[in-house]
């Protein structure tokens, strides 16, 4: 059964249509935009460095989404299929692009180092595809994007996805796009029916017992903060506690974050804690929590938070801890944002706490991942330990 997305745009993304959709992170677009790229490019051969189709997406771990997504329709249609992103090795992909590849996957930081490079060429690329564009102008990638796509060939077909289209986003279409098709299939994440909010009024001194209490509940949660340190101080207590926690944010190298997630899609990690950067168009299944341990600077961060859960239709709840210097900031947010919230005082042992999150009293056993063995790097297990451990890296 098709999602509503690819009901509406598969059809004229085969045609050839430039088309613009709303929609949001979980909700089929990959295979509405990557089906008609691989449908159209299907008999082709691309050549050394010049490749044919074009997906541009924010962050590193969407582009690993994209390709384990799209690879295997590929493999049977004998298309290949090259991921550009930072963080690896820029000249074993200039190698994969030398040796050809008809599909390209790229971060537009990478990519554009590449082009300036003569690693790649644009010149033949007949299917762009901007995924998350309001991520990629949020993150400031609208120059590069600008470059990218005026360097791709004349007339070619363009398919932007974005969950919001205003501002930056609206100028790309305008610029770009030619008499686009537009599918818009999913509400804003603060209007998702399925997603429940809630601000929880706590005692300054009780976040972190409050945070640890929702860390230990019996299912997976992402906790956001604002900065590096933040996450990796968070993480840290929430081991000493007896909570599997790990840290993701720009400090990380690719192969930790990607160990990282693989953690916790697995069940190893428990508590997620990322900050927005680390974090935008990560996708992980079944996660019915998101927790704000610090409130987001606006509403779109807010909403982005918020989309990590409630996705393809399931249910999801997005909690925000707020102390009493942060009530009326946050108030304001919400109300920016569109989104109403019930609001709750709690205490780390109150039952209200366990209602909404799920919380539980943490064991006080201090827990360690196991660090990664070489004969199998992504398979660490939480281990606990009856004195206080060191967390290795």
Not at 340 to 354: C, F, G, M, W
């Amino acid at each position: 059964m098709p999602s509503a997305i690819q009901a509406r745009s598969i059809a004229d993304a085969v045609a050839g249509c430039d088309l613009l959709g709303r929609a949001r992170t979980g909700s089929g677009k990959t295979l509405a935009f990557g089906l008609p790229m691989l449908t159209r490019l299907a008999g082709r051969r691309a050549g050394a460095r010049r490749p044919l189709g074009l997906v541009l997406v924010p962050t590193r771990e969407l582009a690993a989404q994209v390709s384990a997504a799209l690879t295997p329709y590929a493999r049977a249609l004998n298309l290949r299929i090259v991921t550009v992103v930072g963080g690896l090795s820029l000249v074993r992909q200039s190698e994969q692009l030398r040796s050809g590849a008809e599909i390209v996957i790229a971060t537009p930081g990478r990519l554009n180092d590449l082009v300036d490079r003569g690693d790649c060429r644009l010149d033949q690329v007949e299917i762009t595809v901007l995924d998350e564009a309001d991520q990629m102008a949020d993150m400031g990638f609208l120059p590069q994007v600008t470059s990218l796509l005026t360097a791709t060939a004349q007339g070619g077909q363009r398919m932007l996805f974005s969950a919001t289209l205003d501002g930056d986003v609206d100028r790309l279409v305008r610029r770009f796009l030619n008499n686009p098709a537009r599918h818009a299939v999913d509400p804003p994440a603060g209007a998702v029916t399925t997603m429940e909010h809630h601000l929880l009024h706590i005692d300054a001194a009780d976040k972190d017992a409050t945070t640890a209490h929702i860390g230990a509940r019996d299912g997976r949660v992402i906790m956001f903060v604002r900065t590096k340190d933040r996450a990796d101080r968070v993480a840290r207590g929430l081991l000493a506690r007896g909570v599997t926690a790990a840290a993701l944010h720009g400090g990380k190298s690719q192969p930790q974050r990607t160990r990282i997630l693989d953690q916790f899609k697995s069940g190893a990690v428990n508590a997620l804690i990322a900050t927005d950067l680390a974090a935008r168009g990560i996708h992980i299944d079944d996660l019915d929590l998101v927790v704000n341990y610090d409130p987001p600077n606006d509403a779109k961060d807010y909403l982005h938070r918020g989309g990590r859960t409630a996705r393809a239709g399931r249910t999801g709840t997005v909690v925000t801890l707020v102390a009493d210097h942060e009530r009326r900031d946050t108030s304001r947010l919400l109300a920016a944002a569109g989104v109403k919230a019930r609001t709750t005082s709690v205490a780390p042992h109150d039952q209200e706490l366990s209602r909404i999150t799920g919380a539980r009293t943490p064991s006080g056993i201090p827990a360690v991942l196991a660090a990664p063995r070489s004969s199998a790097p992504d398979a660490a297990q939480p281990v606990r330990r009856s004195r206080r451990s060191r967390r290795t890296r």
